[in-house]
C-alpha cells in the first residue's frame, strides 16, 4: 500500500480510536471488522471520507459512536501490511515530514488535549499506553522542530507527552493542528493566552517618537530625585529604546541584567546622570524631577 495523505490520516485513527479485528480462532461466528469509535461526529465523517478514498467501501457510521465496515479483505491487507492495531502494539509507520504531519493530526484529535491556565500553564498533553509508540510520536514532532516532555503515570502503565512553551505550541498550530473543533478553538486561546513582553516600536519617526514618549510615561521610575530606571523582562526592548534615545535626544543610558528574589532574570535600563534627565525634560517627555532640590 503506497502511503498518501489519507492512508497516513486512517492509520492513525485506527492506532488511536480504532479496531481491526477478527473472531477468536475457537468462535464458530466468523466475523472481521475495521472502525472508529469516537463521539465526534467530524472526526467520524473525516475517517468515514478517508477510508472511502482508500479503499473504495464507504463504512457504515452510527452518529455519536462509531463509523466501521465489515471486510476480511481489507483486514487481511492492513494486518498483513502493518501488523496489530491494538493499544500496546501498534507502531508508527516511516513518513515523510508532509504526510507525519496528516498522522500526528489524526492521532491528536483522537488522543490529545489543550489545557490552559490563564497566564501560568498552556500545554498541549497526550497520554498514550504505548510506550514505543510515544517513543515513535516524540521523534517525530521533534523532526517538526516541535520539543516535548516525556512523563510516566499511574506506576508505568501510562506514557504522557507534553508540548509545553509558545514556540512549540505555535510550531504545533502551523505544523499540525486539530480538526476535532473545541480541541482547535482552545489551542487558539492557548497561544493567545501568552503575554508579548516585546515593545513594537513604529519605523515612522514621527509615530516612534510618540511611542517612545508614552512607553517612558508609562514605565519610567524615578529613584530619590537623582536617576530614573526602566525595567523590561526582555532585553531586546532595553537595547531597541536605547539606541532610539541616543538617535533622538543625545540621550546615555546604561542597560543592566538584574535577578529578583525568585531567581527570574529582567533587565534595567539607567539614566543616571543629570544633563541627561534634562535632555529628557526639555522635550517634554518627563516632567522635571529637580523641582525643590
Not at 35 to 56: M, P, S, Y
Not at 63 to 81: A, D, M, N, P, V
Not at 155 to 168: A, M, T
Request: with cysteine; aromatic share 12%.
Amino acid at each position: 500500500m503506497k502511503f498518501d495523505k489519507n492512508l497516513a490520516s486512517l492509520h492513525a485513527y485506527l492506532c488511536a480510536d480504532g479496531y481491526v479485528v477478527r473472531n477468536p480462532p475457537k468462535q464458530k461466528h466468523k466475523y472481521y471488522r475495521v472502525g472508529v469509535r469516537n463521539t465526534n461526529l467530524i472526526l467520524l465523517k473525516d475517517f468515514q471520507d478517508k477510508f472511502e478514498k482508500v479503499f473504495g467501501f464507504k463504512s457504515r457510521l452510527v452518529e455519536g459512536q462509531r463509523c466501521e465496515i465489515g471486510s476480511r479483505e481489507i483486514y487481511e491487507l492492513l494486518t498483513k501490511e502493518f501488523g496489530s492495531f491494538y493499544s500496546r502494539e501498534w507502531k508508527m509507520p516511516k513518513l515523510d515530514n508532509e504526510l507525519v504531519c496528516y498522522w500526528l493530526r489524526s492521532f491528536f484529535d483522537c488522543e490529545g488535549w489543550v489545557y490552559i491556565q490563564s497566564h501560568k500553564n498552556r500545554q498541549i498533553g497526550l497520554d498514550c499506553v504505548n510506550e514505543f509508540g510515544i517513543d515513535q510520536i516524540t521523534k517525530a514532532l521533534n523532526r517538526l522542530g516541535i520539543k516535548t516532555t516525556k512523563q510516566v503515570k499511574k506506576n508505568g502503565l501510562i506514557f504522557r507527552i507534553l508540548i509545553l512553551g509558545k514556540e512549540n505550541i505555535s510550531k504545533f498550530k502551523e505544523k499540525v493542528g486539530f480538526l476535532y473543533p473545541e480541541k482547535s478553538n482552545k489551542l487558539n486561546l492557548a497561544i493567545k493566552d501568552y503575554v508579548n513582553y516585546i515593545w513594537n516600536f513604529p519605523e515612522i519617526e514621527r509615530d516612534c517618537k510618540e511611542f517612545i514618549k508614552k512607553i517612558l510615561k508609562e514605565k519610567i521610575r524615578i529613584r530619590q530625585k537623582k536617576y530614573i530606571r526602566i525595567f523590561s523582562k526582555e532585553k531586546i526592548n532595553l537595547d531597541k529604546l536605547n539606541k532610539l534615545l541616543k538617535k533622538f535626544y543625545n540621550v546615555t543610558s546604561i542597560i543592566y541584567e538584574r535577578v529578583n528574589g525568585l531567581g527570574n532574570v529582567y533587565y534595567e535600563l539607567n539614566i543616571n546622570k543629570r544633563e541627561e534627565i534634562e535632555k529628557l525634560i526639555n522635550n517634554d517627555i518627563i516632567n522635571n524631577i529637580f523641582e525643590n532640590v
